[in-house]
């Protein structure tokens, strides 16, 4: 879709809005962001450093009890303590602090341009695909990586090749080892790649971000599987404590990779294309494009800090920079301008959104249509067609493909 | 290490090797506790039990806080292991969280080295004052601020011997001169101890009486015969002009002189010395203030380390380095990632989103300056940014 009002392809959830709409749209959510900065303050702080001192403390404490995994309760302790802290790190205090969320302290120590955090993707590298390409082009088809993390096709109009059918099986091999996926996308190995086979140069830097990652990612495997193990030998833990590092780091990814598709992928999200972003977007249309491109996950406070507050997705993309504590206050503000200017704001408890995330991956591995146009019934003869699309030669797949987009088509037609 | 050590006739023989050895084990187990606290460092680990410990970052621990005046207050601090004492007369610089955001000040040290360890400031609540407004009204014992190691060259000569002192204080002034004058009359149950015989003269200058902070020390240090104080209540009596200085204390040239106040106060009397070819110490606290253009439209001169630029008000500082052929770093150009934060050392710029001005006064930043996002701040007069050009 496009959100450019006066570009011919003009269309889709904003039909309804008219240039000053979205001016003015913006220029509310500008002062929901300006009460947020003038209350500001010690409550926030004091927020931040709890959090902060929560984790520490937890992290410390499982360590420590993992000292002893050998015994069955100490490993079940330590790991899920183990898991809920480098949960916290993650979400809740490294993404909103490398976000400049709590910048205005002044805190030398608690600022985006220092902090590291419990990952394998470096800070810089991070700060670099996450904040500056994902939040700005967010859900743009070929400039936000976060769309499918480059690995995979997230939109109707991209196009389906028989290699699309393994996407549910990347996305969960992707989801099981997600921070290495991360490390390696904060690096474009996919763009390097292509670059490396046309032979042209690296962009400047990238040699030296590459080895900061790969340093970052040996000094994160020496501490959780060499170092603690090590120290746990003392008291036959060793075993027990590479595991439940092992285990942690898994629980971290899993939950981490949930959250996050939950906040772009669910069915009805907007993806946009290059070309209908405007050149010189206002910063209405970018609040749209913010607005319509996030979903949020609906949930108790504890699922809010578990998520980093990523359950406020929707919010968190308007306004990347507030703190996240602030987001469940202004979430009703948002809400009601969704309701005034008649946009869909969309939020599901998160079992739906994962699995809405999910079932989008799977529908868009299959060819256009396939999906909506096949029934118990019919079954068998749709699978023979697809796997007539993946041997044959290309006339033949495109005209299945265009067979199946038609089917789709007047399936949804029928169930209208 | 064995050849560092300078005289190895102390060591018992067969104890050559162990400071080698110590120093060798250190490092070790300092290099495993990195690798285990690695994304973080063990300090951050560390601060959570003891932020005063050794090796910390120097911060203090609030003891007391004692009403001197209706708007000041003796804030009694205790320093962090590595504080490294002090000399009376020098300050110390004091990073305190108010509404969450960290501020530095400098305050005079009111004691001299004591032998609890702890130090003090005497803090007045100027109008306007977000930070003085703290100390004095709302910081409590046991909260935790930062401080840097005292300095500056206002003290005594280290030996006095053959010395008339005259000290000219002006309202909070004076708290320099009390933390001098403390050290030079340890006060017991018996009343004040005078160690050498010593001629000083105080003369403080404030609104009145009540307004004065330490005025009962200075009373009952007079009455003891210990100095000769002279106070000018300006809010009766007018204010203080050097003609009266001369006639209050007639012997004024034979005496090594100190003055902390005002600027006005402090530009006449060095104007004076100056004139009479005499020497004069002092010290002021009240800053310049920092010029901002308030008009939101007109910009300023934004130096970086090596070049100046003009910035216009209305254009991020980003661009207007970046026409002028500074490499920057950048990000997404519209504030939301960070990317192009850079430390402002002095001066003031204007958020162009929403106009809010931020000020960065030399002393008063962290030792890191202000960070600003330079993509969405314009220059709003003077600046001075931290980064080659």
Partial sequence: MTIAPDAPAYAGPIAHLSHDDIEQLGRELDAIRQDVLDTRGERDAAYIHKVIKVQRSLELGSRAVLLASIFPPAFVVGTVGLSIAKILDNMEIGHNIMHGQWDWMRDPKIHSTVWEWDNASTSEGWKHSHNELHHAYTNIVGKDNDLGWGIMRVDEEQRWTPASLAQPLMNFLNMCIFEYGIAAYDLELGKMRRLKKSGRDMPEGWHEMASNTVAKIRRQALKDYVAHPLLSMVTLSGPTTLLANLAANFTRNVWTHSVIMCGHFPEGVETFELKDIPDNETRGEWYVRQMLGSANISGSKLLHLMSGNLSHQIEHHIFPDLPSNRYAEIAPKVRALFDKYGLNYHTAPMPQQVASAWHKVVRLSLPNGFLESTTVKNAPSQIGKLIKAVRGDTRTRRRLLKEFEAAGAASVGKAV | ?389
């Fill in chain 2, 1 to 389: 290490m064995v050849e560092m050590s300078t005289s190895p006739a102390l060591l018992a023989p067969g104890e050559l090797r162990r400071p080698a050895l110590r120093e060798r084990l250190s490092r070790k187990v300092w290099e495993v506790a990195e690798t285990i606290a690695t994304p973080l460092a063990p300090a951050d680990y560390l601060d959570i039990f003891n932020p005063l410990r050794p090796g910390a970052d120097l911060r203090g621990r609030i003891v007391k806080v004692v009403p001197e005046t209706a708007d000041a207050a003796t804030i009694e601090i205790k320093p962090g292991a590595d504080w490294e004492d002090h000399v009376p007369g020098q300050y110390v610089r004091v990073g305190v969280e108010v509404d969450g955001v960290r501020h530095w000040r400098a305050y005079s040290l009111t004691h001299g080295p004591r032998r609890d360890g702890h130090i003090s400031i005497t803090v007045k609540a100027v109008p306007d004052g977000k930070v003085s407004s703290h100390l004095v009204r709302r910081l409590r014992p046991g909260r935790i601020v930062h401080l840097e190691q005292a300095a500056g060259d206002f003290v005594l000569p280290g030996d006095l011997r053959g010395h008339k002192l005259l000290m000219v204080t002006a309202g909070s002034g004076v708290t320099p001169v009390i933390g001098m004058l403390r050290n030079l009359f340890p006060v017991t149950d018996e009343g004040v101890v005078e160690r050498q015989r010593l001629d000083v003269t105080v003369v403080h200058v404030a609104p009145s009486r009540p307004d004065s902070i330490f005025i009962r020390n200075l009373e009952s240090l007079a009455e003891a015969g210990a100095i000769r104080l002279v106070t000018r209540y300006s809010g009766t009596e007018g204010r203080l002009d050097i003609d009266t200085l001369t006639e209050i204390v007639p012997d004024l040239r034979e005496r090594t002189a100190y003055a902390c106040g005002p600027a006005g106060l402090l530009d006449s009397l060095q104007a004076w010395y100056d004139a009479e070819g005499l020497p004069l110490q002092t010290e002021q606290f009240r800053l310049g203030p920092v010029v901002t253009t308030g008009d939101g439209q007109s910009g300023g001169t934004v130096t970086f380390t090596g070049k100046s630029i003009e910035a216009p008000g209305g254009k991020p500082i980003l661009d207007a380095a970046e026409e002028a052929g500074v490499l920057m770093p950048s990000g997404c150009r519209m504030g939301i990632c960070f990317g192009c934060v850079l430390p402002m050392k002095e001066g003031a710029v204007r958020d162009l989103r929403n106009g809010e001005v931020t000020v960065a006064r030399p002393g008063e930043t962290g030792p890191e300056g202000i960070p600003i996002q330079t993509c969405i701040s314009a220059a709003a007069g003077e600046c001075v940014i931290d980064h080659p050009a």
